[in-house]
């Protein structure tokens, strides 16, 4: 056959043709990059889910203590704060006093007392007025709560120089007790003990008050009331117990001796 027949022709370019072919084929790629990227996707969304488990492990700070219960001459009384970074975010009052006024006192009281605890982060607080039984038992119940809040390490600062500084301050947030001198009055000895947590008073109670006759009475009228006004007042300067003005006033010399003796 001749080199310029139509034939040979014909047949050398289909040849170089199936040649070209086979030569694109040999150099496609193995992978297709969309499908690559579609599976690099997966890894980059499993990346991504780890930021919010981090955020949530750091937002679980926040811890509830819950105070002891005070009992008051009208119902007991018990604080719960959340607290979070050593500040109080949330005080609530588990237990208030109720039945009859009580029950309008108490929803009157207890809303103040609890913005007064989170604005004041502390139990130096102003008792509200007309609930002056509620605003004690509140003010001890909220001490014990930020007492085991400290004693927990929950009102340490975040940083290490917050930690050092609240170190020295321990020492003073320990409990104490001081008892007042001997009051003699005209119906028997009055005498007041007080515990103190730093300078603030937490409790009072009277170790001896008159007795016999219409005195124990009066004494058991007379002395939760006063116990109650020493805690909220902080001070002697507390009203006198109708029906038990020599009582009241012996136990007022009782308990200024014993500020006195703790340096109040």
Known sequence: MKKSHPIRRVMLATAATVSGIVLLLSLKPSSDPAAAAAGAAPQQTAAGQESPQGGSTQQTGAQTVTGDVVKTQYGPVQVQLTM???????????????????????????????????????????????????????????QSALDKAKAAGGTSGSSGAAGASSSPQAPAAQARTVTGNVAQTQYGPVQVRLTLTGDKITKAEAVQAPSGGTSTQKTALAVPKLNQEAVAAGSADIDAVSGATYTSGGYKQSLQSALDKAGG
């Open 84 to 142: 979070s970074g050593g500040r109080i975010t949330k005080a609530d009052t588990v237990q208030a006093p109720k039945g009859g006024t009580s029950d309008q006192k108490t929803a009157l009281a207890v809303p103040k007392l609890n913005e007064e605890a989170v604005a004041a982060q502390s139990a130096d607080i102003d008792a509200v007025s007309g609930a002056t039984y509620t605003s004690g038992g509140y003010k001890q119940s909220l």
